[in-house]
């Protein structure tokens, strides 16, 4: 049973709010690419773009998509409970924790910070996949 003005999950305002912190900082970032290209003040700028496609791709848009998937997606009908919170709880920390290993190896050009980062990443998708797999049923089970 799905209730009409129901709060939202704290877990889905934590994925959307960074989600908004990454769109600010990644739309920022590219600001400052912009800027530089109309005004050349810091050539060493465009070392960024791959901080700024992160930012806005998988701390945006994947980040946002999940807290909404957590929050609408439908609960089980017998109960208005998510089930075990744990893996999509583990998957906002993989996640986060993926996108930053990912901006420190670009920033410090380390490659194995941003295989680690990529593998947090996909973990965090097995697990939210994990949560969300039995919360996809049909109204008769």
């Known amino acids: 049973m799905i209730v009409i003005g129901e709060k939202m999950p704290r877990l889905s305002q934590w994925y959307i709010k960074s989600a908004l912190l990454y769109l600010l900082t990644g739309f920022s970032i590219g600001m400052l690419m912009l800027a530089n290209k109309g005004i050349s003040f810091y050539p060493a700028l465009w070392r960024l773009l791959p901080v700024h496609i992160e930012f806005l791709l998988i701390g945006w848009t ?5 807290g909404v998937a957590f929050w609408i997606v439908p609960r089980f ?13 583990a998957a906002y920390i993989l996640l986060n924790l993926g996108i930053w ?4 190896g670009v920033w410090l050009g380390v490659s194995s910070f941003i295989l680690l980062g990529r593998m947090l990443e996909g973990t965090a998708v097995l697990a939210f996949a994990r949560h969300i797999w039995p919360r996809v049923v049909g109204r008769e089970g």
Request: net charge positive.
């Open 101 to 104: 290993a990912v901006v420190l």
């Open 62 to 66: 994947a980040q946002f998509v999940l």
């Open 77 to 89: 009908w017998q109960a208005p409970r998510r089930g075990d919170e744990r893996s999509a709880v």
